[in-house]
């Protein structure tokens, strides 16, 4: 089993594939505040969740995740990216989806519960070998670091 774990072709496969899902998962959801419930729209929503200053952090997080989606599918700035989604969903489970439960029917917090830890665990881990992280900023050590901690 250790061997499993330690395999490095099996830890870039799983940093890979966490990247891919959740990069794609981020930028759906801004493209989704941009475009289908516009910029506008999502202020509004935001507004009536209660969320402050919702003229100014809808767009923001909005950019976010479609910037932080396609650089964490590139696996460019993966930590930065994937902390600052990762406290967003955070504060946006404890702000807006707490009240409504579990479930996703209600407005519950389980699809913002699974978007932060993605984004928390790519934070921990890092982008892996196959990122552009790794080929600009040679970040190979730095992901051993945290899994051998």
């Known amino acids: 089993m250790n061997a499993f774990i330690e395999n490095p072709r099996l830890q870039t496969a799983a940093r890979t594939l966490l990247r891919l899902a959740f990069g794609f998962l981020f930028l759906a959801h801004g493209w ?10 999502t ?38 990216f994937a902390g600052l989604l990762g406290v967003q969903m955070v504060v946006a489970l404890f702000m807006v989806h707490a009240p409504g439960g579990v479930f996703v029917e209600n407005g519950g917090f389980e699809l913002v519960l699974a978007l932060a830890a993605g984004a928390l665990a ?8 196959i990122s552009l992280d790794a080929l ?9 670091v945290l899994i051998n901690a």
């Not at 790519?122 to 070998?129: A, H, N, S």
């Open 32 to 41: 989704q505040k941009f475009f289908q419930f516009t910029i506008e729209g």
């Open 43 to 80: 202020v509004a929503a935001f507004g009536q969740m209660g969320v402050p200053a919702a003229g100014l952090i809808a767009p923001v997080v909005a950019t976010l995740e479609i910037v932080g989606g396609i650089a964490i599918i590139l696996g460019l700035l993966t930590r930065v």
């Open 136 to 144: 600009f900023f040679k970040s190979k050590q730095a992901d051993k």
């Open 122 to 129: 790519l934070f921990l881990v890092g982008p892996g070998r």
